[in-house]
T-cell receptor
Framework: AQSVSQHNHHVILSEAASLELGCNYS??????LFWYVQYPGQHLQLLLK??????LVKGIKGFEAEFIKSKFSFNLRKPSVQWSDTAEYFC????????????FGAGTRLFVKA | GAVVSQHPSWVICKSGTSVKIECRSL??????MFWYRQFPKQSLMLMAT?????????EQGVEKDKFLINHASLTLSTLTVTSAHPEDSSFYIC????????????FGPGTRLTVT
């Protein structure tokens, strides 16, 4: 069965620290990849996406993610986090076959200390 | 940007009653809408995929007779929780596919259902 694994359930960082959130998926075919963010009390928002082309994608608010096909990974990074990045982050995978169905990881709660 | 609304945002109902939740794409036509359920501190679990004008496709383990989905137009999908029980209490989120990039999903703010 297709699945998405996020390695860290909770991450606590100080402001200006670097962030990397791991995401691995299990699916052998072509995929579209996403990171979504859910700020406290708000709904899910798209952070960045990968469909094809350059495997290093840049999203909003200084986030980026790298698709490594051989490792089935799509890790999220930010060089210097801010207090306002406190949120829950979800990695999601949309297999190219499957009618746009998206599979979400369990989420990672990030808390940034001011 | 693409906006998806849900109504109501919060509902409390008694056990045995039915509750209808609406999901609307406000500024684009959504060919496909998805319904998710999110338990506290857990990820989104896809319940069903709804295509305008056709029957919804339910995920394994989701009772289609309990969670009725209707996608009557390109901007509206409804989820009706029939004969609700306390274990149906959850956060229900819809998303709509469409807009400028068909692969993107735009999420509604969610509906918190509490069954007493």
């Amino acid at each position: 069965a297709q699945s998405v694994s996020q390695h860290n359930h909770h991450v606590i960082l100080s402001e200006a620290a670097s962030l990397e959130l791991g995401c691995n998926y299990s699916y052998g075919g072509t995929v579209n990849l996403f990171w979504y963010v859910q700020y406290p009390g708000q709904h899910l928002q798209l952070l960045l996406k990968y469909f094809s082309g350059d495997p290093l994608v840049k999203g909003i608010k200084g986030f980026e993610a790298e698709f490594i096909k051989s490792k089935f990974s799509f890790n999220l990074r930010k060089p210097s986090v801010q207090w306002s990045d406190t949120a829950e982050y979800f990695c999601a995978v949309m297999p190219s076959t499957g009618g746009f169905k998206t599979i979400f990881g369990a989420g990672t709660r990030l808390f940034v200390k001011a | 940007g693409a906006v998806v609304s849900q109504h109501p945002s919060w509902v409390i109902c008694k056990s045995g009653t039915s509750v209808k939740i609406e999901c609307r794409s406000l500024d684009f036509q959504a060919t496909t809408m998805f319904w998710y359920r999110q338990f506290p501190k857990q990820s989104l679990m896809l319940m069903a995929t709804s295509n305008e004008g056709s029957k919804a496709t339910y995920e394994q383990g989701v009772e289609k007779d309990k969670f009725l989905i209707n996608h009557a137009s390109l901007t509206l999908s409804t989820l009706t929780v029939t004969s609700a029980h306390p274990e149906d209490s959850s956060f229900y989120i819809c998303s709509a596919q469409g807009g400028r990039t068909s692969y993107e999903q735009y999420f509604g703010p969610g509906t918190r259902l509490t069954v007493t």
